[in-house]
């Protein structure tokens, strides 16, 4: 290293007191950043990469965390010896952070004029009238839309993107040195990712402060980083520039980070017979009602949505938040009030669901985004899995059902030791898997799989991805896959659907949307997944 | 029954709140001593032997001709001559306090209320009657009475607020205003009229508070009933074709117990403060029953005779605080946020 870094952590150690014993997160790491440079630390849940970057800021939950061993060097002074007067100087000063969710890093009782003001009263002794002027030209430089007007808005009023633009603002007010960025993108959608993402870049060229930045997300640290350290279960495991890292990288694990998702698979028959068929869906809502239940005020989340899905095939529907594929997803399980017709195998499933409303769930079975809320946490993994079939299935013998649920488990590749053990006690990928087995057990033609692979980390994610193909080719699986995440839909999907604030924007087969789409949206889409 | 494992971990939890699980063992301890005050203080003793025969007073009532007395009523062993009688062919074992609840001290050399003794150990009341006896009697009176009236009230709020909170939309609008409308009537003074045209007793009293007391777990319940509607896990139930009583019954019941359960000690406080309150205004229980209340009001009443007002406010004072920390501990136990931590 040519210059002398900024900042320096020397053998950083981490551990908690928990229940009488000491619980190290992380292991005497050690990475250091220059003037005016982008490192970005990498790892999975559980990592400790959020832990490390907070106790640069000594944000801990200090004496319950301590450091057993390690310096943090910013220029000549050590941050773990500094009295807390000086460190809380630091913060937001020298110093300052932006956290992953900005709905709940803003206070929802101030307008966001007094928020960024705050942090210039703490630092800056200057007049409320330059103090104003100065929130508003650094409202105008993270490019917040008509500055003036929106000095007053509560964070309610804006959008994610904007109060991660807020956050930014706050962060840059006194022109930090160092700029932690943990996870800023996580919650947004791709095309709001992408803008920040280059607002921040353009924001460190002007400024030309260092960032840190905490990530999961192996896209974006290869586009903006040029330094990656790679944490696992609290230890640094490979450090270099990025380039190098990602062109060759020497240890196992980062390899299996960098691994792609699995290729797409062909199909093996091609069956042209439609298994679900959607002909001009609307679900609306209503947002007021009055008294005797007239609709004063409604909000249409799925408009007009025609759409079907062939045997063996998996549909993709991507959109981002608010777009109503997970409405149009309720819609086709009968959860949800819909006009249009929704057809399974050419019959109509509103009809067959009024005659017997628990037969036909054999046919169709969900899978759901949050591994931890959808398994009941009173029940054990075994039951969980048999209920359905002992509804469906009444009156086998306990045997029966036991050579079942053996059976299913090892179709999603759990041991059966798991029947035993309570969703508390498992994984996120492992609480997915039971949650398939749930679903599958059942022998359904159709899975609802509403985002099964977001909440989880990517070595996970494409575990579970392979699993879902397997599965699909052995049993001629029809998949109706719900996504924000363009990379998953391509591996898994047929045939895409993009749909935008209700509307179905455009579909067509995977190769078509992908290599030539034809509406603006679909290429914003597609440009900002590749930008990061 | 085994606990499920979450079940052993809120164990777990309770045992390692020290005040709460001592709190819980000296309750059961004192309650499980109030269950048996038969045993503990009564005017009958526990056995007579009387002419190489056992005889169980409590158990059966005896005319006093079997001991050789005159008239065909039920042996009073309190009774000088009856006791004579006994003693010159056998013996008899008396419980640690020779009182009932309602036993009359006559061979007191006081002036009623008299001081603690070493007969009456802690003095008598304005009726001669023993104060230790009546706090036992009353305490199992209190316990038990504020325990139906939780069970049942319970029961019933936990009903109406899982409907509520199930079915939502217009039948929850309406019930939650009657419920509502219900609740600010100001009980005191509904159940100081009604007892004045009920002779109250026991049950009555019991009927009329559960009018009043159901609406205490409504509220939570029904908004654990609303959660659990949009909870992933009660969706996947339907998905699956779960018919709804399994639903509610699997699924959303025993999310609504942990909030009912954790209210359920500070629901039977507030029942036992009632039926007390009651009993010191003079409209609770008929006259002459052992309560709590009761004994407060003459602890009012004479101020002279300190021993009164203090051990019937000990005895309440120690009840309530049992209870709250109880329930404190329940309601860490309950914490789905430290359940969440494992």
């Known amino acids: ?532 | 029954m085994a606990l499920s494992p979450l079940n052993q971990y809120r164990w777990k939890i309770f045992k390692k709140n020290k005040r709460s699980f001592l709190s819980l063992r000296f309750f059961l301890v004192l309650f499980g001593l109030s269950l048996m005050a038969n045993f503990i203080a009564n005017d009958k003793p526990l056995f007579v032997h009387y002419d190489d025969q056992f005889y169980f007073p409590i158990f059966k009532n005896y005319p006093e001709t079997i001991f050789g007395g005159d008239l065909e009523i039920t042996a009073d062993y309190r009774d000088n001559y009856i006791k004579e009688k006994i003693e010159k062919k056998g013996w008899m074992i008396w419980p640690p306090i020779p009182y009932n609840y309602d036993t009359v001290n006559y061979n007191l050399d006081k002036p009623v209320p008299s001081s603690p003794t070493t007969d009456n150990w802690l003095g008598t009341d304005d009726q001669g009657r023993d104060v230790l006896a009546r706090l036992i009697y009353g305490f199992r009176l209190s316990v038990l009475f504020g325990l139906t009236l939780t069970i049942i009230a319970g029961f019933l709020g936990v009903m109406i607020g899982g409907f509520q909170g199930y079915f939502g939309g217009k039948f929850d609008l309406i019930t939650q205003r009657i419920t509502e409308v219900w609740m600010s009537l100001p009980l005191l003074y509904m159940i100081i009229i009604l007892t004045s045209f009920i002779k109250a007793s026991f049950w009555w009293l019991l009927i009329i508070l559960v009018f009043f007391k159901w609406t205490a777990l409504v509220f939570v319940v029904r908004a654990e009933f609303l959660k659990a509607r949009n909870l992933e896990y009660v969706k996947a139930a339907q998905a699956l074709g779960a018919p709804r009583r399994l639903i509610l019954w699997r699924h959303m019941l025993p999310n609504a117990m942990v909030a009912a359960l954790t209210m359920l000690p500070f629901v039977l406080n507030g029942a036992i403060t009632t039926l007390t309150s009651l009993d010191f205004l003079g409209f609770g229980l008929p006259p002459g029953s052992a309560s709590l209340g009761e004994l407060l009001s003459q602890g009012r009443n004479n101020i002279h005779a300190p021993w009164l007002g203090i051990s019937g406010f000990v005895a309440l004072a120690l009840l309530m605080s049992l209870l709250t920390f109880i329930g404190e501990g329940i309601r860490d136990a309950f914490d789905s946020r430290k359940i969440r931590k494992i």
């Not at chain 1, 994610?160 to 700029?179: D, F, S, T, Y």
């Not at chain 1, 594929?325 to 195998?345: D, R």
């Open chain 1, 1 to 532: 290293m040519k210059q002398q870094p900024m900042l320096n952590v020397q053998n950083l150690s981490v551990a908690f007191h928990h229940k009488g014993k000491v619980n190290t997160v992380v292991n005497n790491i050690s990475f250091s950043i220059a003037p005016g440079e982008t490192t970005a630390i990498v790892g999975e849940s559980g990592s400790g990469k959020s832990v490390s970057a907070l106790s640069i800021l000594k944000l801990l939950p200090y004496p319950k965390a301590f450091h057993p061993t390690g310096h943090i060097f910013f220029g000549e002074k050590d941050l773990l010896t500094m009295a807390d007067e000086d460190i809380r100087q630091l913060r937001g000063g020298d110093i300052s952070m932006i956290f992953q969710e900005p709905l709940t890093s803003l206070n929802p009782l101030h307008t966001i004029e007094k928020q960024i003001s705050e942090i210039l009263f703490f630092h800056e002794k200057k007049t409320s009238k330059e103090i104003k002027k100065y929130t508003l030209e650094l409202l105008e430089k993270v490019k917040i839309r008509d500055a003036s007007k929106r000095l007053g808005a509560y964070p309610y009023e804006l959008s994610g993107g904007e109060r991660q633009r807020v956050m930014i603002a706050m962060a840059i007010a006194n022109k930090p040195k160092l700029l932690i960025a943990d996870e800023p993108t996580t919650a947004l959608d791709v095309t709001v990712q992408a803008e920040i993402i280059k607002l921040l870049m353009q924001l460190q060229k002007d400024m030309g402060m260092s960032i840190l930045l905490i990530s999961h997300d192996l896209r974006l640290v290869k586009s903006v980083a040029q330094n990656t350290y790679v944490m696992k279960d609290g230890h640094m495991i490979e450090s270099g520039l990025t380039e190098n890292i990602f062109k060759n990288p020497k240890k196992f694990y980062t390899k299996e980070l960098m691994k792609p998702l699995p290729k797409p698979r062909s199909l093996k028959e091609k069956s042209n017979k439609i298994i679900l068929n959607l002909e001009s869906v609307r679900v609306t809502f209503s947002l007021k009602k009055s008294f005797f239940g007239k609709v004063l005020d409604s909000y249409t989340a799925v408009n007009n949505v025609s759409v079907s899905l062939k045997e063996g095939h998996t549909l993709g529907i991507v959109g981002e938040s608010g777009s109503g594929k997970t409405t149009l997803g309720l819609s086709m399980l009968q959860m949800i009030q819909y006009q249009g017709l929704i057809s399974l195998e050419g019959k109509d499933l509103k009809k067959i669901n009024k005659k017997n409303p628990r037969a036909w769930r054999t046919s169709m079975q969900p899978v759901w985004q949050d591994p931890y809320g959808s398994l009941n946490p009173r029940m054990g993994i075994g039951e969980i899995i048999l209920e359905g079939i002992k509804i469906h299935k009444k009156g086998l013998k306990a045997q029966e059902y036991k050579s079942l649920l053996e059976e299913i488990l090892d179709e999603v590749q759990l041991s059966s030791s798991m029947q035993q053990r309570y969703p508390h006690e498992l994984s996120g990928g492992q609480r997915q898997r039971v949650a398939l087995a749930r679903a599958l057990i059942l022998k359904p033609k159709i899975l609802i799989l509403d985002e099964p692979t977001s909440a989880l980390d990517h070595t996970i994610q494409r575990q579970i991805v392979k699993l879902l193909q397997d599965l699909q080719e052995k049993y001629n699986l029809s998949y109706v896959f719900i996504s924000h995440d363009l990379a998953v839909i391509r591996a898994l999907s047929h045939n895409v659907l993009v749909m935008k604030e209700g509307y179905a924007v455009e579909q067509g087969t995977v190769q078509a949307i992908y290599d030539n789409p034809q509406e603006t949206y679909t290429k914003q889409l597609l440009k900002a997944s590749k930008v990061i």
